[in-house]
């Protein structure tokens, strides 16, 4: 037994690569405290010998410079059996940059890529590795953005609802800040007689609404019968969530902008939330998402996970208080043109291919150079 593992050659990451990409919109997109025309993606690819592990992040450009002069330093040379040492090196490498924002997401970004390249390595799946608790993720259409008209709403939601068979759809609402409650009420109405009653109607309102004006809004429209009601005050506002969440039927959600446990615990505790958002290429990669998980649970919470939704499908279903994936249209977009692996969520879930080492997907290198800005400046 010593003379086959004496003979190994030590494996170590050899290599961090990271590339910025931007992806345009496909019409202009808002919500109801921001709009935008294209989404940055910020891209890891840790090698091995010949294998590489892939993760990313949606955020912005910047996280490269984190990852190229605070992480590289500690990942290069890392062992990559290890990735809980190389995340624990990260996060003290980062201490004076401080971890919320943006350095929060570079290490998700390199979380992600280290838990890959050791599921390949390993020549297992990710879902296999992490142990899996249920064979599939249910998935919620999300989208429904402020700038929509009625006609591309209708045809957004029909697509989920209808053709895909996805029994959860959210919408954005609270469009320009809480200033337009009258077109908020007509799109939630809108949206429940488009997909019918057996579909169930999220929102989210991205933090634009005072606290009475959110229940209000949720008395005036009861006839809809919303059931998730997310970020409808700021998610830093966790008295203003919590007195929400009293006054309404439906669960009161945030979390999506958590870099670090403490977060995820004060939300918690101040019984902010009925269901706790996290996301793997914010909170800390997968090495953060089972523990933020872990707090959840013990606040009596399930969790759901937040866009990226490649991504969290190995780790929601090796989860055991997981909810339910955001199946949201930009990432389902820019990772069906970039990827080649993705999954289907028709019916309501999706499985990741236990065939597959790692996460199972891999970078379309000649897609992804259309939206690299090095390498369109270089062909300039
Ligand atoms: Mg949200």
Not at 158 to 182: F, T
Not at 221 to 243: I, K, M, N, Q, T
Not at 247 to 263: C, I, Q, R
Request: charged letters at 25%; a negative charge; glycine letters at 10%.
């Amino acid at each position: 037994m010593s003379g086959t593992s004496g003979s190994r050659r030590p494996r170590a990451v050899e290599e961090l690569r990271c590339r910025v990409l931007t992806i345009p919109t496909d019409q202009h997109e808002a919500d109801g405290t921001l709009e935008w025309a294209s989404t940055t993606m910020v891209v890891v690819e840790a090698r091995s010998g010949d294998t590489v592990g892939l993760g990313w992040t949606y955020g912005p450009s910047a996280c490269a410079q984190v990852v190229a002069d605070q992480l590289r330093p500690v990942v290069v040379n890392a062992d990559p059996m290890a990735v809980p040492g190389t995340w624990s090196a990260m996060v003290r490498a980062t201490r004076n940059a401080t971890r919320p924002g943006l350095v929060g997401y570079a290490i998700s970004a390199v979380d992600v890529a280290l838990w890959d390249l050791k599921a390949r390595l390993l020549g297992v799946s990710l879902a296999d590795l992490f142990g899996a608790v249920r064979p599939e993720a249910p998935v919620y259409g999300s989208g429904g953005f402020t700038s929509y008209d009625d006609a591309r709403t209708v045809e957004q939601l029909s697509g989920w609802a209808l053709e895909q068979r996805i029994p959860r759809v959210k919408i954005k609402i609270g469009e320009d800040w809480g200033g337009r409650i009258d077109r908020d009420e007509h799109r939630i109405r809108l949206a429940r007689r488009t997909v019918g009653e057996g579909t169930e109607l999220f929102v989210d309102a991205n933090g634009a609404y005072t606290a009475k004006q959110a229940v209000r809004l949720m008395r005036a429209v009861a006839d809809a019968d919303v059931r998730w009601f997310e970020e409808p005050v700021s998610s830093d506002h966790l008295a203003g969530l919590a007195e929400v969440r009293s006054m309404v039927d439906a669960d009161v959600a945030a979390g999506e902008y958590g870099t670090d446990l403490f977060y995820f615990a004060r939300m918690c505790a101040a019984g902010a939330v009925d269901c706790l958002q996290v996301d793997v290429t914010r909170a800390g990669g997968y090495t953060a998402w089972f523990r933020a998980a872990a707090v959840a649970e013990a606040h009596g919470l399930q969790v759901s996970g937040h866009c990226a939704p490649h991504l969290h499908a190995p780790a929601a279903v090796a989860t055991q208080n997981f909810r339910h994936q955001e199946w949201f249209h930009d990432h389902v977009r820019i990772e069906s043109m970039l990827l080649h692996g993705t999954l289907d969520p028709s019916g309501g879930a999706v499985r990741p291919d236990r065939s597959r080492p790692g996460h199972g997907l891999v970078l379309d290198q000649d897609a992804a150079a259309r939206f690299d800005a090095a390498t369109a400046a270089s062909t300039r």
